[in-house]
T-cell receptor, first 113, second 114 residues
Framework: DTEVTQTPKHLVMGMTNKKSLKCEQH?????MYWYKQKAKKPPELMFV???????INESVPSRFSPECPNSSLLNLHLHALQPEDSALYLC????????????FGPGTRLLVL | AQSVTQLDSQVPVFEEAPVELRCNYS??????LFWYVQYPNQGLQLLLK??????LVKGINGFEAEFNKSQTSFHLRKPSVHISDTAEYFC????????????FGAGTRLFVKA
């Protein structure tokens, strides 16, 4: 199984809502990533978890709150987002020691109204 | 610090014609190199990667790329494209010394016409 799954596929939320994005992998990977991708732009790294601990936070605003409850799951909690946060949110995973090879999920397309 | 430059933002090509998507990188350290493809409304799929060894790398869907260290390039080629190859293609680098960061180029939109 070389698949990373993400739910939901699409999400529309208001600026006062709280929602969560979910990511799951069963490849035994111990590194998991969140990326943000705006239209017609490359992905930008947001967070990296290694052994379920936050390793990298690329100065992401606190309205984005990541969580890694176990080695297979990665969540991104969203609160008080702005319209400019509308984007495709991609999850990825990799083996530790082989971080260069990342497997991406299909993404969640988020629209903030 | 590393950077990636994809020299063409859009490449239109007719079906069954050959195509080359250009990628140059800059880095003070040795790097790994990648090409990813993103179909409309989908995530990224790894096409191929250069880690070491032969500088000609073959990937999925008939694509190949050649690592040229002296020219710091990693151009992607396909001898005969199909309509289904229409997608966004991203060149990317990561530090051989380890770490989690992958730096992506701006992307090249390949548009295959019938």
């Amino acid at each position: 199984d070389t698949e990373v799954t993400q739910t939901p596929k699409h999400l529309v939320m208001g600026m006062t809502n709280k929602k969560s994005l979910k990511c799951e992998q069963h490849m035994g990977h111990r590194a998991m990533y969140w990326y943000k991708q705006k239209a017609k732009k490359p992905p930008e790294l947001m967070f990296v978890y290694s052994y379920e601990k936050l390793s990298i936070n690329e100065s992401v605003p606190s309205r984005f709150s990541p969580e890694c409850p176990n080695s297979s799951l990665l969540n991104l909690h969203l609160h008080a987002l702005q319209p400019e946060d509308s984007a495709l949110y991609l999850c990825a995973s990799s083996q530790l020691g082989k971080e260069e090879t990342q497997y991406f999920g299909p993404g969640t397309r988020l629209l903030v109204l | 610090a590393q950077s990636v430059t994809q020299l063409d933002s859009q490449v239109p090509v007719f079906e069954e014609a050959p195509v080359e998507l250009r990628c140059n990188y800059s880095s003070s350290v040795s790097v790994y190199l990648f090409w990813y493809v993103q179909y409309p409304n989908q995530g990224l799929q790894l096409l191929l990667k250069y880690l070491s060894g032969s500088t000609l790398v073959k990937g999925i869907n008939g694509f190949e790329a050649e690592f040229n260290k002296s020219q710091t390039s990693f151009h992607l080629r396909k001898p005969s494209v199909h309509i289904s190859d229409t997608a966004e293609y991203f060149c990317a680098v990561s530090d051989r010394g380890g770490g989690f960061k992958t730096i992506f180029g701006a992307g090249t939109r390949l548009f295959v016409k019938a």
